[in-house]
């Protein structure tokens, strides 16, 4: 998400360059028709961007930094879920074993060493 708001803010900076030139062009007119799909591009990033919910356009540095601080979050819970899920490997081996050792039948347990108890 955040490279997609990156990618709209870029573009939208590009168009409203045009667009500020504008004011300094000597036939604005011609100058509004030569450049109308900037202009139109604007008004639908803009548009974009506010659906995003984005109201104020950030630094091209400030969105890097969160795309990397969000990379980086990522790659720390994808770590943290591929140990989870090791231990969930062994307990469910463990699960497994105590549910073959409860479901033996009565006669193996006389293979059992047989335990005294002294009081």
């Given at each position: 998400?955040?490279?997609?708001?990156?990618?709209?803010?870029?573009?939208?900076?590009?168009c409203?360059?045009?667009?500020?030139?504008?004011?300094?062009?000597?036939?604005?007119?011609?100058?509004?028709t030569?450049?109308?799909?900037?202009?139109?591009?604007?008004?639908?990033?803009?548009?974009?961007?506010?659906?995003?919910?984005?109201?104020k356009?950030?630094?091209?540095?400030?969105?890097?930094?969160?795309?990397?601080?969000?990379?980086?979050?990522?790659?720390?819970?994808?770590?943290?879920?591929q140990?989870l899920?090791?231990?969930?490997?062994?307990?469910?081996?463990?699960?497994?074993?105590?549910?073959?050792?409860?479901?033996?039948?009565?006669?193996?347990?006389?293979?059992?060493?047989?335990?005294?108890?002294?009081?």
């Open positions: 998400m955040q490279k997609i708001i990156q990618k709209h803010c870029d573009s939208y900076r590009l409203l360059k045009v667009i500020e030139d504008y004011k300094s062009s000597k036939n604005p007119k011609a100058y509004r030569k450049h109308q799909a900037e202009y139109q591009l604007h008004d639908s990033l803009k548009k974009e961007l506010q659906d995003l919910g984005v109201t356009i950030p630094s091209s540095n400030k969105i890097q930094k969160q795309i990397e601080n969000l990379e980086s979050e990522r790659a720390v819970t994808v770590r943290e879920k140990e899920q090791k231990k969930q490997k062994t307990l469910d081996i463990i699960q497994q074993n105590f549910s073959v050792l409860l479901d033996a039948p009565e006669s193996s347990s006389n293979l059992l060493p047989a335990f005294s108890y002294v009081f």
